[in-house]
């Protein structure tokens, strides 16, 4: 018996173009008025995936269902989605408020309910008297928003939006990213996004679906993204983070680089590693510690290479010797106030610790 609360599922969906394959085995399920980003590099399959959701793509293998009934052979049209393009696809020649009513116009609506209808987009848009312009006269955020409106005008059960935001300026984005997520909370429709954009994904999703070279390496909650990311992949895509390669694993939990050993708690599933084997540890920046207390595990000597202001904080380089000629650089956000407080330049002996809940492992040579 299919799950009520499952609107979409995915179910080991592939797409192949001639040779390339473009999405390999893909599955996931959206819950209903669940918020989904699609994350990922510039040709992994992002867009494809959202296209066989839509209709717009037949899938090679696998199959698409819809509140558990399969439309993998479907057209767009009997799938009730809204869809928002990257490049918005208004018709120039018509006004904000044609372009809203374009879909509605053959829903045998009265041209009355149709005006009532795009008022309350525009109102839900926030373009009230904006609707007699047409697109070259609207900016790019207000283009947006008609776009979206025009979507969301034949009250669709799925909205997809293929990198919505991507060709606005910084500021217009964070705006409208806030916007759009409270709209689809408002309106409680399952909405799935493309980006490229990792702070997008962080701050608009409910669950992020990771995608590398058309495979789906991680699905969870942003805090699991990025807390404990299941590649390095990902650990490097999502956020910065230093990664210290040719570690060498000692026993469970315990990993040397040269003469320097380290405890780790988070192992990511190398706890059955056997003892020398090869492993990468990672740290993100913003969990490198300054300390001085010599009871403290992962105490570190290291001396600042390099230093980068960032207004609120400072990025700083910082190198480890670990044995005769072997060293390892590390990069610390280290907040401005402390930065001037402890006299910290270049060249510069720190102390620094590294928490062993926030060390990840990984296997040499897996998942990068």
Request: hydrophobic residues 40%; positive net charge.
């Amino acid at each position: 018996m299919s799950n009520p609360d499952i609107y979409l599922t995915m179910d080991a969906v592939s797409k192949n173009f001639g040779r390339f394959t473009a999405l390999a085995e893909v599955t996931f399920q959206a819950r209903r008025g669940e918020f989904i980003c699609v994350l990922g590099p510039s040709g992994c399959g992002k867009t494809t995936l959202l296209r066989v959701v839509a209709g717009l793509e037949k899938q090679t293998r696998g199959k698409v269902f819809i509140e558990g009934r399969d439309v993998s052979s479907l057209p767009v049209s009997s799938r009730n989605v809204g869809i928002v393009f990257q490049s918005y696809a208004l018709f120039p020649n018509l006004t904000a408020r044609q372009n809203i009513a374009y879909g509605l116009k053959s829903r045998s609506l009265s041209r009355q309910a149709i005006v009532k209808r795009v008022d309350e987009l525009l109102d839900l848009v926030g373009l009230r008297g904006m609707g007699r312009k047409h697109p070259a006269k609207l900016s790019g955020g207000q283009q947006q928003r008609v776009a979206l409106a025009r979507a969301i005008a034949v009250s669709p059960d799925l909205l997809l939006l293929d990198e919505p935001l991507s060709a606005l300026d910084a500021k217009v984005r964070v705006m409208l990213r806030g916007e759009i997520r409270q709209l689809q909370q408002r309106l409680g429709i399952t909405t799935i996004m493309v980006t490229h954009d990792q702070e997008e994904a962080l701050t608009m999703a409910d669950r992020i679906l990771v995608i590398d070279q058309g495979r789906l390496v991680q699905n969870g909650t942003p805090r699991q993204i990025y807390d404990k990311p299941a590649t390095p992949f990902v650990a490097g895509f999502i956020g910065a983070m230093n990664f210290i390669e040719d570690a060498r694993k000692i026993e469970k939990g315990l990993y040397d680089i040269g003469e320097t050993h380290l405890s780790v708690s988070g192992e990511n599933g190398t706890g059955r590693l056997p003892a020398g084997s090869r492993v990468t540890l990672a740290i993100r920046p913003e969990d490198v510690m300054l300390k001085r207390d010599p009871s403290v595990s992962n105490l570190l000597q290291t001396r600042v290479e390099a230093m980068e202001y960032r207004g609120s904080m400072f990025r700083i380089d910082l190198k480890r010797q670990v044995s005769e000629g072997t060293s390892f650089t590390i990069t610390a956000d280290v907040p401005a106030e402390t930065v001037r407080r402890l006299g910290i330049t270049p060249r510069s002996t720190l102390p620094i610790h590294l928490p062993v809940d926030r060390l990840r492992v990984y296997e040499a040579g897996k998942g990068s």
